[in-house]
């Protein structure tokens, strides 16, 4: 064997090393085989929920104070709809209905006791339905686009927003 040979197998077996060996940096999850069909699709859906969490509080914290603007959907401008669409899209990969009207017809509603951080309530501010959306986070506060203050955090229990509220919704998974 040349020595050129030799230098040219030698580049050919590392690349192919490294190749192989970055296909292995994803996190890898393993599931006992005695374990049931129940076990498996709680197991998922615990691993799926602690991601999503984490990420559905990193990317309100990044919209928070982004100012109101009908119609908006970017961090230049944001209504209550495009800001729940952003961030639906971006933490779960869903993309929802353009209207708070149609999110709340488009999801499964739920009880108060139910709600979970993620969850939608939905308000009547213009007394003819359903006409805000925000995001639920927990201990009663949710995350929406108010048309003073752009997105902000606010408490669910105050008085202002109990007497327009509508109700809770969970997005159909």
């Given at each position: 064997?040349?020595?050129?040979?030799?230098?040219?197998?030698?580049?050919?077996i590392t690349f192919v090393f490294v190749i192989l060996s970055s296909c292995h940096s994803r996190k890898a999850t393993v599931y006992n085989s005695s374990m049931s069909k129940k076990e498996l699709g709680n197991e998922k859906k615990e691993l799926k929920d602690t991601h999503v969490k984490k990420s559905l509080r990193q990317e309100i914290d990044a919209w928070?104070?982004?100012?109101?603007?009908?119609?908006?959907?970017?961090?230049?401008?944001?209504?209550?709809s495009g800001f729940v669409n952003a961030i639906y899209l971006s933490v779960y990969h869903v993309?929802?209905?353009r209207t708070?009207?149609?999110?709340?017809?488009?999801?499964?509603?739920?009880?108060?006791?139910?709600?979970?951080?993620?969850?939608?309530?939905?308000?009547?501010?213009?007394?003819?339905?359903?006409?805000h959306v925000g995001i639920y986070l927990s201990d009663g506060k949710y995350a929406h686009a108010?048309?003073?203050?752009?997105?902000?955090?606010?408490d669910l229990n105050n008085l202002y927003a109990?007497?327009?509220?509508?109700?809770?919704?969970?997005?159909?998974?």
């Amino acid at each position: 064997m040349t020595m050129l040979h030799y230098r040219s197998v030698c580049i050919v077996i590392t690349f192919v090393f490294v190749i192989l060996s970055s296909c292995h940096s994803r996190k890898a999850t393993v599931y006992n085989s005695s374990m049931s069909k129940k076990e498996l699709g709680n197991e998922k859906k615990e691993l799926k929920d602690t991601h999503v969490k984490k990420s559905l509080r990193q990317e309100i914290d990044a919209w928070l104070g982004v100012p109101y603007r009908y119609g908006g959907n970017d961090k230049g401008g944001v209504d209550c709809s495009g800001f729940v669409n952003a961030i639906y899209l971006s933490v779960y990969h869903v993309k929802l209905p353009r209207t708070s009207k149609d999110i709340y017809k488009a999801c499964r509603k739920i009880e108060d006791k139910e709600l979970k951080e993620g969850d939608f309530v939905f308000f009547d501010y213009e007394g003819k339905g359903v006409s805000h959306v925000g995001i639920y986070l927990s201990d009663g506060k949710y995350a929406h686009a108010s048309t003073s203050k752009g997105v902000l955090i606010s408490d669910l229990n105050n008085l202002y927003a109990r007497k327009k509220y509508v109700g809770a919704g969970r997005w159909k998974n």
